[in-house]
């Protein structure tokens, strides 16, 4: 059985001295992995996010396959230097690789993450990172519903989220419950400015429900590489201040 494909690399297994299992998300096979010979010539660009043009290749669909690959133009050079925008990447890449089903396709999710390795490039890189996780969260079944407050219908003043329903809830619902509710970042709803505050609050709750839910069923947690976005961030805010 033989496929080919455009894939990103999310995470590097040594097997030997010489061989490493590739992790990929692939444009139209999703996740999937395989064996892979490292050389002189391919060491430098086998990193995570690195795009590809990749072939698997094996006798059966269900064993673990072989990798040809070529790489494809990729900026993640650009980001060794930011400690922040490399967590980021880090953290996507290992969130995909950990709770992808293996085999089944994420079109749109693919075409976000491409769309992710540009934007770490900008300014907006925190901002785009946390809006991934919540399309992530989408893609995985457990989305949030942020089009109605859930107790009375209305569309405006949405300040909180359900932490059991996911559910957003306007001011006036909100205020008895404050200290039980989650903060929902008005760039959740609108592209607006956007702040520290903002995107601390953004990844503590998309970070919440991953943990609740997409992580509850497997024996590891949160990436570290998230672990040190939260940090870097954090460091941000008290310079800032």
């Keep these: 059985m033989e496929w080919s494909d455009t894939g990103i690399i999310l995470h590097v297994r040594p097997l030997g001295e010489a061989t490493v299992v590739l992790s990929l998300f692939t444009a139209e096979h999703g996740r999937c992995s395989g064996c892979f010979r490292l050389s002189k010539q391919n060491r430098s660009w086998v990193q995570l996010g690195q795009t590809v043009q990749a072939t698997w290749r094996a006798r059966l669909e269900t064993q673990l396959g072989q ?11 650009l ?19 950990l709770l992808l089903a293996e085999g089944h396709d994420y079109p749109q999710l693919f075409t976000q993450f491409q769309a992710l390795t540009l934007n770490l490039l900008t300014d907006d890189w925190a901002k785009a990172y946390v809006l991934f996780e919540k399309s992530l969260l ?13 107790v009375t219908g ?6 909180a989220v359900s932490p ?6 306007c001011a006036d619902v909100s205020k008895p419950y404050e200290r039980k509710l989650l903060p929902l970042p008005l760039f959740f709803l609108k592209n607006s400015e956007i702040s520290l505050k903002d995107l601390n609050e ?23 590489a998230r672990g040190r976005l939260l940090s870097y961030l954090d460091g941000q805010k008290e310079t800032a201040a």
Excluded: I
């Design 202 to 224: 953004g990844l503590h709750l998309t970070g919440y429900f991953l943990e609740r839910y997409a992580f509850s069923h497997l024996r590891v947690g949160m990436p570290p």
């Design 79 to 97: 980001l060794l230097d930011h400690p922040g925008k490399l967590a980021a990447l880090s953290s996507a890449c290992s969130l995909c690789h």
């Design 154 to 159: 209305v569309q405006e003043g949405l300040v």
């Design 138 to 150: 989408t893609e995985l079944g457990y989305g949030l519903d942020l089009t109605q407050c859930a």
């Design 67 to 77: 990798w040809r690959l070529e790489p494809n133009t990729s900026h993640v050079s």
């Design 164 to 169: 059991k329903t996911g559910r957003a809830v």
